[in-house]
């Protein structure tokens, strides 16, 4: 209290800002927050401990993935199943093309062809063997890193300047 009756403000330390890392940067901070959305609400709407909380999100993202990986197997089996085929084509189209000559690249094309529809009547999409990565690859990668800076990182972070600010004073 001042001589005038005013009561002067209290001089006190104010806790630094903390700012989270830039987590993902510019390509990985969308779906990142997305990630964490989700976790965030299931952790809300099921009342569960975090370790449950990313338990059975993982496991719901899995169950929302397993149509794509049920047609990339059954993508996988039809193709193992004319695989003696596929390799009498591409060693066709192989040693057609080694010749060099424009009869060589005719029966090259001849052989793609055949091979073309050789997939076609047996309903095989050759990259479909890869679509699952494809899919998750990026999605687990964004999980991984989203609850690395979520429970690891941040709280480091908060942690860290909760010391700083404590030797400060």
């Known amino acids: ?3 005038g009756g005013v009561v002067a403000p209290m001089m ?10 830039t987590a993902g940067g510019w390509f ?4 990142m927050a997305a990630v964490e959305w989700l976790l965030t609400s299931v952790h809300d709407v099921s ?3 975090w370790w449950a909380t990313i338990a059975l999100t993982t ?5 929302c993935l397993l149509p794509v990986q049920i047609y990339q197997s059954k993508s996988i089996a039809r193709m193992a199943l004319i695989r003696p085929q596929i390799d009498e084509h591409s060693a066709a189209m192989r040693e057609a093309s080694q010749k060099g000559t424009p009869k060589g690249m005719e029966d090259a094309e001849k052989a793609r062809m055949a091979l073309s529809k ?11 063997s890869i679509v699952g990565a494809i899919v998750q690859l990026p999605l687990w990668i964004t999980f991984f890193f989203t609850i690395l800076f979520r429970f690891v990182l941040r709280p480091l972070a908060a942690f860290r300047a909760f010391r700083r600010l404590a030797r400060s004073s």
């Open 28 to 31: 990985f901070s969308k779906p």
């Open 47 to 49: 009342g569960l401990p």
């Open 12 to 21: 006190t330390a104010e806790l630094p800002a903390i700012k989270p890392p």
């Open 1 to 3: 209290v001042t001589s």
């Open 59 to 63: 496991v719901s993202v899995r169950a």
């Open 118 to 128: 050789l997939f076609e009547k047996h309903n095989v999409k050759p990259w479909m």
